[in-house]
């Protein structure tokens, strides 16, 4: 019986999460969210680049955010709610370009997906202990001008395309910038889309379409590491969720340390006026009190 019984669960497990089998497999159509208004996501910039080495591993065609101390060790955090109203947070470890774009929203599709992949932070209890959060790329004419005052439109690139082949670079100034126009978020429990998917992980998506020339496009695809998309997979009974995107921006470009230092300033003048109020109370007490016993003796 205890035989038949291990039998039941390594077939159930494998159907669980091995690629294109399992309950809750990425990447999938988004056709429907519930909105829900006490879902947050924030994504704290401070790196203005984060750097990545290409992985040796040529199936999952990664790249990798080493702890090597010539470099700056990333700080890009994404802190919110995943799909079941759980508090997580995650530090990126490695990211991937994925062309065509394996996610669709609203039936939408785009051309290139950028996913960075991040670990649980130690402080959070969390079953998952990886992350994923998508941005959507599509082509746009290069040469599009503005209807109302006939200016060209000059798209940030987000990518440094001059670097060495085994490096790239994500420009996280003009990331963090596109991004204060959007403030949505869609996430749900979905799995990795390399090796055997046999990890279930939390998706977070960006609704929001980055766009990029067809000169860029091409230089990526033809000089980068692309994955190539996995086949979208069935909902089935899973939570997908809309929530509500904050940035808080801390690049060179947003980062102003006069007014820094006149916050914290201000907050440290409001914090010791509390705690003088607070000792005035007390004293004013003690008086009351003694007062109060003087008067009893009499």
Same mark, same amino acid.
């Given at each position: 019986?205890?035989?038949?019984?291990?039998?039941?669960?390594?077939?159930?497990?494998?159907?669980?999460?091995?690629?294109?089998?399992?309950?809750?497999?990425?990447?999938?159509?988004?056709?429907?969210?519930?909105?829900?208004?006490?879902?947050?996501?924030?994504?704290?910039?401070?790196?203005?680049?984060?750097?990545?080495?290409?992985?040796?591993?040529?199936?999952?065609?990664?790249?990798?955010?080493?702890?090597?101390?010539?470099?700056?060790?990333?700080?890009?955090?994404?802190?919110?709610?995943?799909?079941?109203?759980?508090?997580?947070?995650?530090?990126?470890?490695?990211?991937?370009?994925?062309?065509?774009?394996?996610?669709?929203?609203?039936?939408?599709?785009?051309?290139?997906?950028?996913?960075?992949?991040?670990?649980?932070?130690?402080?959070?209890?969390?079953?998952?202990?990886?992350?994923?959060?998508?941005?959507?790329?599509?082509?746009?004419?290069?040469?599009?001008?503005?209807?109302?005052?006939?200016?060209?439109?000059?798209?940030?690139?987000?990518?440094?395309?001059?670097?060495?082949?085994?490096?790239?670079?994500?420009?996280?100034?003009?990331?963090?910038?596109?991004?204060?126009?959007?403030? !949505?978020? *869609?996430?749900?429990?979905?799995? %990795?889309?390399?090796?055997?998917?046999?990890? #279930? $992980?939390?998706?977070? /998506? +960006?609704?929001?379409?980055?766009?990029?020339?067809?000169?860029?496009?091409?230089?990526?695809?033809?000089? !980068?590491? *692309?994955?190539?998309?996995?086949? %979208?997979?069935?909902?089935?009974?899973?939570? #997908? $969720?809309?929530?509500? /995107? +904050?940035?808080?921006?801390?690049?060179?470009?947003?980062?102003?340390?006069?007014?820094?230092?006149?916050?914290?300033?201000?907050?440290?003048?409001?914090?010791?006026?509390?705690?003088?109020?607070?000792?005035?109370?007390?004293?004013?007490?003690?008086?009351?009190?003694?007062?109060?016993?003087?008067?009893?003796?009499?």
């Amino acid at each position: 019986m205890f035989y038949i019984l291990l039998l039941i669960s390594q077939v159930y497990s494998q159907d669980e999460y091995l690629c294109g089998k399992g309950e809750r497999q990425s990447p999938i159509s988004i056709t429907d969210t519930f909105d829900a208004k006490y879902y947050k996501l924030e994504l704290r910039f401070k790196d203005d680049v984060l750097v990545g080495l290409r992985e040796e591993d040529t199936e999952s065609k990664r790249y990798i955010f080493t702890d090597d101390p010539s470099r700056q060790i990333p700080e890009f955090r994404m802190l919110g709610h995943d799909p079941h109203g759980l508090m997580v947070g995650y530090r990126p470890t490695e990211f991937q370009l994925i062309a065509p774009a394996e996610h669709q929203i609203f039936e939408q599709s785009f051309d290139l997906e950028l996913v960075i992949w991040g670990d649980l932070l130690n402080i959070y209890k969390n079953p998952n202990i990886k992350g994923g959060l998508s941005f959507f790329f599509k082509i746009t004419n290069q040469d599009e001008t503005n209807q109302d005052n006939e200016t060209t439109i000059s798209y940030p690139q987000i990518f440094n395309l001059t670097e060495d082949g085994d490096q790239l670079s994500i420009n996280m100034i003009n990331l963090a910038s596109h991004l204060k126009g959007n403030d !949505k978020y *869609i996430t749900y429990r979905g799995s %990795l889309t390399w090796g055997d998917c046999d990890e #279930i $992980v939390d998706r977070f /998506l +960006i609704p929001q379409v980055f766009p990029i020339t067809q000169d860029q496009y091409d230089q990526i695809v033809s000089q !980068k590491q *692309i994955s190539n998309p996995n086949p %979208l997979q069935e909902i089935r009974k899973r939570r #997908i $969720v809309r929530g509500s /995107l +904050i940035i808080e921006d801390e690049t060179s470009a947003n980062y102003n340390p006069i007014y820094r230092f006149l916050s914290l300033t201000f907050i440290a003048f409001l914090f010791f006026l509390i705690f003088a109020l607070f000792i005035k109370e007390q004293r004013e007490k003690r008086r009351m009190d003694q007062a109060k016993k003087f008067k009893s003796g009499n």
